[in-house]
């Protein structure tokens, strides 16, 4: 790869270009801009839409024609060519493309907003009340094409706060905009909080099309002790009945008895159990007590019931109960792995970062036989909807666990189908636009 004779590329067409400030600064070189640097390479000029007229293409198509740069070009323009001699001309020597897929010399905006919403007054997230949920809604623009994302850690589980998220997100957003000048491709780097890698990457797959329309909004109903809640829900589903219950948070006979009851009333029903490391071994002995061994086949799994994986492990050996992975699947040393009773991994995108990096969970799970389960870190009806649609695209015949949006007060922009809260929208009072410098 020859830089200096790219940069002399560079440099002489820039010159001769310089009266034509329709021409964007990105000059891209090689095999439609890969990267493949060649003495016949095609030069691929952008010009930008707006105030591009016939007359201005033939004056640039001179200019270019009358330059000493022995490079055929290609002419990739916004807006169509009217004059068939000018169009014949250019044809000659290069090809017109009238739109431009990859965005890399397109214009690029963004904007970010902060919502926060009420939410029920009953919520604890680790001994904490949570009165309120808070999070941003962000939005990347390239050419004519959009997508928006949601940047919502939650507090008590994610170790950045919204504050940080912002910060961090407001810096990616700048670089992003200015690696356009250069032709850089900025990629969603581990560094990046897993909130704001989740949300910036659904904004980015939302505006490449690279997001599914279609979503899986069929959700496994919380419960929280009574039958009857779940009679209705469990009708209405599709293929497998399946609900959840939160355990750990009282003692654990209790927990045992109403899993059991509710195993014993509905006989179709599938249970996942949610314990969030809350007992030693010798409480997660005591909840299998209580439910009769022919009942524990349905019980999906529970997501860690002990302290630490080996004693969820030495749990699920001894019970015969399979049990998943959660807050295992966000640790730096964790691995997907097959393992004895190990039913699925549990993944929270807000908690686990980009879409790409939970696609590759998703992989490695499926590849072993494992069932991997997307599920809801409390993000409002925004950020459901992409979950719903992202557990669609790639967990397709699981039911994800995405039922928390009952927990609001309001949805926020987009709806969620069939909810009847009320929405809320960028004019209203619970969401503020962020300024940007």
């Not at 969030?276 to 997660?284: D, G, L, M, Y």
């Not at 005591?286 to 492990?313: D, G, L, N």
């Not at 409390?378 to 992409?386: A, D, H, K, R």
Request: proline share 5%; net charge negative.
């Amino acid at each position: 790869m020859d830089f200096g004779l790219t940069e002399t590329i560079i440099k002489n067409i820039g010159w001769h270009l310089r009266h034509f400030p329709q021409v964007e600064t990105a000059i891209l070189f090689g095999s439609r801009g890969k990267g493949n640097f060649r003495e016949d390479s095609d030069i691929d000029l952008a010009l930008k839409g707006d105030g591009i007229t016939d007359a201005m293409l033939h004056d640039i198509q001179q200019t270019l024609s009358q330059t000493t740069i022995p490079y055929k070009f290609d002419v990739i323009i916004y807006d169509k060519i009217t004059d068939p001699a000018l169009l014949a001309h250019i044809q000659q020597v290069g090809k017109i493309f009238y739109e431009k897929k990859d965005c890399a010399i397109q214009h690029r905006r963004y904007q970010l907003f902060r919502y926060s919403i009420p939410v029920d007054s009953q919520l604890i997230l680790r001994n904490r009340f949570l009165k309120k949920r808070e999070g941003l809604l962000v939005k990347v623009c390239c050419g004519q094409n959009e997508g928006w994302g949601e940047i919502a850690p939650l507090p008590e589980f994610s170790h950045e706060t919204l504050d940080q998220a912002q910060a961090q997100a407001i810096e990616w957003l700048e670089k992003w905009d200015q690696s356009r000048s250069c032709n850089v491709k900025l990629d969603l780097t581990a560094d990046l909080y897993p909130s704001v890698a989740f949300g910036l990457s659904c904004a980015l797959f939302e505006m490449k099309g690279r997001l599914d329309d279609e979503g899986n909004y069929q959700t496994a109903p919380l419960c929280y002790g009574d039958p009857d809640e779940l009679y209705e829900p469990l009708d209405q589903m599709q293929g497998e009945k399946v609900a959840k219950v939160k355990v750990g948070m009282y003692e654990a006979n209790r927990d045992g008895l109403i899993a059991d009851m509710l195993l014993e009333a509905i006989p179709d029903l599938q249970l996942r159990l949610d314990a969030n490391r809350s007992w030693t071994p010798a409480k997660a002995q005591m909840f299998a007590k209580y439910v009769k061994p022919e009942h524990r086949a349905r019980i999906q799994f529970i997501e860690e019931p002990c302290k630490t994986r080996e004693e969820s492990r030495q749990f699920a050996a001894e019970t015969g109960i399979n049990i998943a992975w959660d807050e295992s699947v966000r640790e730096p040393d964790f691995c997907v792995e097959k393992e004895p009773h190990l039913a699925a991994i549990v993944i929270k995108p807000t908690l686990v970062g980009s879409i790409e990096r939970c696609a590759e969970l998703i992989a490695q799970a499926h590849a072993l036989g494992i069932k991997a389960v997307i599920s809801s870190s409390i993000e409002s009806s925004f950020g459901l909807t992409q979950l719903a649609r992202m557990a669609q695209q790639y967990t397709p015949n699981v039911t994800p666990g995405l039922d928390t949006l009952d927990l609001m007060d309001y949805q926020v922009v987009r709806t969620w189908p069939g909810s009847e809260l009320p929405v809320v929208d960028f004019d209203s009072e619970f969401i503020t636009e962020v300024i940007l410098d």
